[in-house]
């Protein structure tokens, strides 16, 4: 699988070139609306290393830090809707592919006080796998509500990992997708 963090790279870079308007335009919007456009957080990545995963701020910065299932849809701002629909908060994490900490494909980063996850995750051995933006469990519909199902979906994935899939899965996730 490490063939694939070529592939990574590269296509992070230009998704990144490409949409470099968009960007500077999302954060400028999110600036005006919310005046932190940027929001960092602590996430549990490859081997329990921590790393801070960068996204656009779709709620509002008074709003607790807690994972997603678990946030009152109230602080997501109307911008941040817009942008948590068109999955548009998730580009920055493109940069998390480039700086290493993510891949494309791989499973999505939990926090760090997600022990369950975080042990449902470890008993399919996955610690060792670099977490991902999008990924089977994500095209399944499988959030961290439910951790073993989220794992297993994992497994299955990092299990099957191969270039073709890798790309179906990219594929599957521009548009919007189920993949079995």
């Not at 919007?29 to 490859?46: C, H, T």
Request: net charge positive; hydrophobic share 45%; proline share 6%.
């Amino acid at each position: 699988m490490n063939y694939l963090r070529s592939f990574d790279v590269v296509i992070a870079l230009g998704l990144l070139i490409l949409f470099l308007p968009l960007l500077l335009l999302v954060y400028l919007l999110v600036l005006i609306d919310l005046k932190q456009p940027l929001f960092l957080q602590e996430r549990v990545g490859k081997n329990g290393r921590i790393f801070t995963i960068i996204k656009f701020r779709t709620m509002s910065p008074s709003c607790p830090q807690v994972p997603t299932h678990e946030v009152d849809r109230r602080n997501i701002t109307m911008v941040g809707d817009i942008l948590r629909r068109t999955k548009i908060d998730e580009l920055p994490q493109l940069i998390n592919v480039l700086r290493g900490e993510m891949s494309l494909v791989g499973p999505r980063p939990c926090l760090a006080t997600q022990q369950e996850v975080i042990e449902k995750r470890s008993l399919q051995q996955l610690e060792g796998i670099r977490p991902g933006i999008t990924g089977l469990a994500q095209l399944r519909g499988i959030d961290m509500s439910d951790p073993k199902r989220l794992a297993e979906a994992d497994a299955e994935m990092v299990k099957r990992l191969d270039l073709r899939l890798y790309f179906k899965i990219l594929w599957s996730t521009l548009w919007r997708n189920g993949l079995n």
